[in-house]
């Protein structure tokens, strides 16, 4: 089967396929000597890309794909970064029917590799389900909410969010990282609650402890691990009840490591 390598390059913004001339349908001929026309292999990979250029994928973040990550087998503490790529490839190859509408939340502290797990994801379900998708940075996308009240901006909230909510696959990167007001809580409740009443997949990713609000205890948590010291939990950031929706939402993906950016730098001045 041809691959990208495969395919020549007439300009530089545009692939010609050396197979089809860019016609997206090549001729074949089989045991018989009787000709037909096919698509070729260059249409799904244009398809592919197109995709992956409307998924708003920050450019530091496109080289993430499941293939590149790299978990840190040598600590028992990071079997959990293991279990993690495995679970990520799982939901791929189940989707969309064994999965649902559910999507994943990725927890754990910074630089354990959310992002690039959640990236990896989304660029698999494209390329490998033929899925579409949205990439947002929760803040950008909280601070675009914001900026469609001013008057001298076209456009509107609805405007701001119809692409998020309608998404088939959503990435939401660091959920939790703003500072948490009423109108940032009524946002987030509008968004998850709109994908999870039409069964839309949102991959989630977020620093904070799936835990819930400060003082609030849980049946679900055992009695000597609720929460008791001053670390916020995502109940304090999004809301006990937005946290209880995204169990509901999402398969709960624990990864537990150093902070893979800090380490990389420690080993760079070495």
């Known amino acids: 089967m041809a691959t990208v390598d495969q395919v020549g390059f007439g300009t530089e913004s545009e692939p010609v396929c050396i197979y089809?001339?860019?016609?997206?349908?090549?001729?074949?001929?089989?045991a018989q000597g009787r000709r037909s026309a096919v698509p070729c292999v260059c249409r799904a990979q244009r398809r592919t890309r197109r995709v992956l250029n409307l998924a708003r994928i920050p450019r530091r973040y496109e080289h993430c794909t499941l293939d590149s990550y790299e978990p840190n087998f040598g600590d028992g503490a990071h079997r959990s970064l293991q279990a993690a790529l495995r679970r990520a490839r799982q939901f791929v190859d189940g989707y969309p029917l064994v999965n649902d509408g559910s999507g994943l939340l990725l927890?754990?502290?910074?630089?354990?590799?959310?992002?690039?797990?959640?990236?990896?994801?989304?660029?698999?379900?494209?390329?490998?389900r033929g899925a579409t998708g949205l990439f947002y940075d929760y803040r950008e996308l909280l601070k675009?909410?914001?900026n469609s009240y001013n008057p001298r901006v076209a456009s509107t909230e609805l405007e701001v969010l119809a692409p998020v909510f309608e998404a088939e696959v959503l990435v939401l990167d660091e959920i939790g990282a703003s500072k948490p007001t009423d109108w940032v809580w009524d946002t987030v409740a509008h968004i998850l609650n709109t994908r999870y009443n039409d069964k839309r997949t949102t991959i989630i990713t977020t620093n904070y402890p799936n835990l819930p609000p400060r003082g609030v205890a849980s049946e679900e948590i055992a009695p000597s691990a609720r929460y008791?010291?001053?670390?916020?939990?995502?109940?304090?950031?999004?809301?006990?009840?937005?946290?209880?929706?995204?169990?509901?939402m999402c398969t709960t993906v624990e990864m537990q490591g150093e902070d893979f950016r800090q380490k990389v730098k420690r080993a760079s001045f070495v």
């Open 144 to 146: 675009q909410v914001q």
């Open 228 to 248: 008791v010291t001053r670390e916020e939990t995502l109940g304090d950031r999004i809301g006990e009840r937005m946290r209880s929706r995204l169990m509901e």
């Open 107 to 128: 927890t754990g502290a910074i630089g354990v590799g959310k992002t690039h797990l959640a990236v990896g994801v989304l660029q698999a379900l494209v390329e490998e």
């Open 20 to 30: 089809c001339d860019g016609q997206g349908m090549r001729i074949v001929e089989d």
